[in-house]
């Protein structure tokens, strides 16, 4: 079984993870989209080409997009994916030039030429989303399923307190996200977290001939050293792996409604999802309403582990 995906994301480490999560598990890449957000857009453009390219995937076009979000100035997180944002481990950078559209542009080209038939993976910041979304009102209703690696419903952030990276980074265009009538997936930091991959994994890709293992194995050390102080352990989170793996198999996972918005204002809390969660009046129940996102519940870490040896060949 294959799907098509159009990934738009911020390469880095754990999206260079993503890409090759989804292309061991049914993902055909349509295009990636890149938007600022790990690193500075033209960077991420690159990153993205390399690991594209590293796995033979030559022929997937990579278009360049935002590079600022849509209300406050450009941060970047080379603190977190190294100074290259693929973990400063040498790997060379692919020289293939990225396609001539920019991004937002080309997300509603594909959007209108393939109605309803594609698959929105987003584990960036949403600015190119949200500059979709102005650009073509009725996007929601020319893709198949919307999937985000964003939020913190319930749990604390990581850029801030409160606030997750993605949406921390552009928090209006997450708003955008969050107000179109689509069937939005937002897989956050409630349970992003719970996908650390355990001791016997890592040494499993570090054991791997397999060069999808090697890469890699190269590409976490700076992301161990990095969760080694955050979290005291040396293990690594799969946040944007996990979103490519819910869009592709959903059933990893259960899932529930919550109605969310985005702190747009707070001194401390800006670019925060705040999610009913208090259970108050009927339960929303139309994924597509304004303000409803669809949070995981549950999910079969195992089983997401597996399919992420199983990507790797490790
Ligand atoms: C998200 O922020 C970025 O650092 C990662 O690539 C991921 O998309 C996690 O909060
Ligand atoms: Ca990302």
Known sequence: MTTDVLLDCDTGIDDALA??????????????????????????TRNTLTVLDAIGLTDVPVHQGAARPMAQPLLTAEFVHGQDGLGDAGIAASTREPAGTLAAAEIVRLARSRPGELTLVAVGPLTNLGLALLLEPRLPELV?????????????????????????????????????????????????????????ALARIRDSADPRAQLTWRLVQHYLDVYEEVLGERT????????????????????????????????????QVVGDLRG??????????PGVVRIVDSLDTAAFHARFLRALGA
């Open 19 to 44: 890409i090759l999560y989804g292309a061991g598990n049914g993902a055909r890449y349509v295009a990636c989209t890149v938007t600022h957000g790990n690193v500075p857009v033209p960077l991420g």
């Open 144 to 200: 198949d399923r919307v999937v985000v690696m964003g939020g913190a419903v319930g749990v604390p952030g990581n850029a801030s307190e409160t606030g997750e990276a993605n949406v921390w980074h552009d928090p209006e265009a997450a708003q955008l996200v969050l107000d179109a009538p689509w069937d939005v997936l937002l897989v956050g930091l409630e349970i992003t977290m719970q996908t650390q991959l355990p001791p016997e």
């Open 236 to 271: 690594c989170v799969l946040h944007d792996p996990l979103a490519m793996a819910l869009a592709l198999d959903p059933e990893l996972a259960t899932y529930r409604l919550v109605r969310a918005s985005i702190e747009l204002r707070g001194e401390r809390t800006r670019g």
């Open 280 to 289: 108050y009046g009927p339960a929303p129940s139309d994924p597509a309403d």
